[in-house]
């Protein structure tokens, strides 16, 4: 599943890449190497991402809540813009 939030997330047209946040924070650890960016809990999905700057940032964390909440069940969807990246999506 954690797959299936991170791809949905990077789908995002204003989403230039995924982060874990402040402390990494923001990971799921498992079998090779941890996947940053999101984290799948019991009762809430976290997703950090790194912004463009061509949309306002309350438009990205929304676009991705919505791309994500499929997948959440009953779940918040919480997203984290830990960083700002330069230049639009091509």
């Known amino acids: 599943m954690v797959e299936r939030v991170a791809e949905a997330a990077s ?3 204003s989403v230039a890449g995924l982060t874990s946040g402040p402390r990494a924070r923001i990971m ?6 941890p996947l940053a960016g999101v984290a ?3 009762a809430e999905i976290e ?3 790194v912004a463009r700057v061509e949309r306002p940032l309350p438009e990205t ?3 991705v809540r ?3 909440r499929p997948l ?5 969807v919480h997203v984290l813009i830990g960083d700002i990246a330069e230049g639009s999506a091509t």
Do not use: H, K, N
């Not at 799921?28 to 190497?33: D, I, K, P, Q, S």
């Not at 959440?72 to 918040?76: F, L, Q, T």
């Open 11 to 13: 789908g995002c047209r």
């Open 28 to 33: 799921t650890y498992r079998a090779g190497r």
């Open 40 to 42: 799948v809990r019991d």
């Open 47 to 49: 997703v950090g991402v």
């Open 61 to 63: 964390a929304e676009d």
């Open 66 to 68: 919505r791309a994500v």
């Open 72 to 76: 959440a069940g009953d779940r918040p």
